[in-house]
T-cell receptor
Framework: DQQVKQNSPSLSVQEGRISILNCDYT??????FLWYKKYPAEGPTFLIS?????DKNEDGRFTVFLNKSAKHLSLHIVPSQPGDSAVYFC???????????FGQGTILTVHP | DSGVTQTPKHLITATGQRVTLRCSPR?????VYWYQQSLDQGLQFLIQ???????AKGNILERFSAQQFPDLHSELNLSSLELGDSALYFC??????????????FGPGTRLTVL
């Protein structure tokens, strides 16, 4: 039972344009959501998070949107840069527990 | 650099053997998490320790065990290894053991290959 799903295995974007990565979840108990970026042979790097009491959180070029009714979140990267090319994972947790449930990841490629 | 260290970086061993993976959390972090990333399963939560005590368990096999020591470093012990245990094992740490605003910071991982 995959509680966090990233339905797009890959995304290709031109440098300077917007990258939009999507994530859906099924567990209504999730109330904290995170995005991680991962390069090959490295551990995931925390990017941005959002609590379920918010619907938007921004940090520089990264914005995460949360639609609780649709159980959907998205990560917007504007403008996209070649250095953003990596695998992006969304993750979710239940407030009472620390463990993260991860999606399968989306490979983002930003072309110069 | 996340501040989380893991050793060894690579480990090659044979079926039936036992190995120990080590993790040092970021300074000040009390909680340690272990995750397994295999090719077909993605990142899967194994177990969490908070300030020396087990806090949560995921899909961890009985052949696997972990502990967190008084200095807060943690070890993951994998025994009776099988080919299917080959994976990347990540350790993560966070300040608290629960609650929102509790981002986890990941180490570089240990790549285990069982031959």
């Amino acid at each position: 039972d995959q509680q966090v799903k990233q339905n797009s295995p890959s995304l290709s974007v031109q440098e300077g344009r917007i990258s939009i990565l999507n994530c859906d979840y099924t567990n209504s108990m999730f109330d904290y959501f995170l995005w991680y970026k991962k390069y090959p042979a490295e551990g995931p790097t925390f990017l941005i998070s959002i609590s379920s009491i918010k619907d938007k959180n921004e940090d520089g070029r990264f914005t995460v949107f949360l639609n609780k009714s649709a159980k959907h979140l998205s990560l917007h990267i504007v403008p996209s840069q070649p250095g953003d090319s990596a695998v992006y994972f969304c993750a979710a947790s239940v407030d009472d527990y620390g463990k993260l449930t991860f999606g399968q990841g989306t490979i983002l490629t930003v072309h110069p | 650099d996340s501040g989380v260290t893991q050793t060894p970086k690579h480990l090659i061993t044979a079926t039936g053997q036992r190995v120990t993976l080590r993790c040092s959390p970021r300074s000040g972090d009390l909680s340690v998490y272990w995750y397994q990333q295999s090719l077909d399963q993605g990142l899967q939560f194994l177990i969490q320790y908070y300030n020396g005590e087990e806090r949560a368990k995921g899909n961890i096999l009985e052949r696997f065990s972990a502990q967190q020591f008084p200095d807060l470093h943690s070890e993951l012990n994998l025994s009776s290894l099988e080919l299917g245990d080959s994976a990347l094992y990540f350790c993560a740490s966070s300040v608290r053991g629960q609650g929102g605003d509790n981002e986890q910071f990941f180490g570089p991982g240990t790549r285990l290959t069982v031959l």
